[in-house]
């Protein structure tokens, strides 16, 4: 069975950095082209950051991009979200998600995914 578990929320201060992880069971990463996504109050899912299938490919949302990155550790079967300088509006709760293996290109959109974790609470606020 398929599993993601996201981990490495937390409240910190605008400027703060946070890493999250997301471990995955049941698959290899390296099978799948996988994406962070994002939830805020009151607000639509958004793809935040994506890898593809080989790795050799990953894209950032406008907000995020040059402070955020994505990595993941195959030996680990672990995806990695580094979030630096962070801001209020990147509050959210964030999600790991895995796209069908026929797939090998990453996608920003949520429909494009098919395996969510349960997510993980990233606070920003002074």
């Known amino acids: 069975q398929l599993r993601l578990a996201e981990s490495g929320g937390g409240l910190v201060q605008p400027g703060e950095s946070l890493r999250l992880s997301c471990a995955a069971s049941g698959f290899t990463l390296d099978s799948y082209a996988i994406a962070w996504f994002r939830q805020a109050p009151g607000k639509e899912r958004e793809g935040v950051s994506c890898i593809s299938k080989t790795g050799g490919s990953t894209n950032y949302a406008d907000s995020v991009k040059g402070r955020f990155t994505i990595s993941r550790d195959i030996a680990k079967n672990t995806l990695y979200l580094q979030m630096n300088s962070l801001k209020p509006e990147d509050t959210g709760v964030y999600y790991c998600?895995?796209?069908?293996?026929?797939?090998?290109?990453?996608?920003?959109?949520?429909?494009?995914?098919?395996?969510w974790g349960q997510g993980t609470q990233v606070t920003v606020s002074s």
């Open positions: 998600a895995a796209r069908p293996p026929i797939y090998r290109a990453c996608r920003m959109g949520r429909n494009d995914y098919a395996t």
